[in-house]
């Protein structure tokens, strides 16, 4: 099913949905105070690797856009970026960090949270591997993600259960 959406709009809609589902991870941790702050919004910031340099720009409100919506924006932010258009305000301001590694190269990663957000999901790049479907193997494309998160800020738990939601997303017929 990942062929029937774009990868980069089907990964921001997991995203959401593993928010939706636990929103501990859609927060800001103050180290200075050992408090974190529930944010109501979904605001992803999204690593975009250019000739310059990467750059970080924000995908605003995700959780309330529709598809076709979430589409252009990402359209427009890469535009933004590498026409180097985009504004500094931009850059601000992100709730949790989507980075797609895989579209250069490689399978998992160790990405690092930059605070105040709490967690960054790295996705890998897709590959057919063997594997169990309904008791006997068979090749599938697999979509291998990684997940940092501040264990000060969200718990093992809180994190399995984000990406839990983020697979069955992405699983979805």
Known sequence: RLSERPLGLHLVQAVVA????EPA????????????VL?????IAIAVDTP????VPVLRNCGKRDAADLRRGLDAMR???????????????????????GMIGGRYAA????PPTVAIVGAGRIHERVVAAGGAPAVRRVLPL??????????????GRFLAAMI??????
Not at 39 to 43: G, H, M, T, Y
Not at 80 to 97: M, N
């Open 18 to 21: 593993g928010c939706k589902a």
């Open 25 to 36: 991870l859609n927060v800001w941790y103050d180290s200075t105070a050992g408090t974190r």
């Open 39 to 43: 944010v109501q919004r979904i605001d």
């Open 52 to 55: 310059e340099g990467l750059f």
């Open 79 to 101: 535009r933004d970026v590498q026409s180097r258009a985009i504004p500094p305000e931009e850059l601000r301001g992100g709730t949790i960090t989507l980075s797609n590694f």
């Open 111 to 114: 990405p690092v949270v930059l």
């Open 146 to 159: 990684s997940i940092t998160f501040d264990h000060r800020a969200v718990t093992g738990g809180e994190a």
């Open 168 to 173: 069955a997303d992405l699983q979805r017929a």
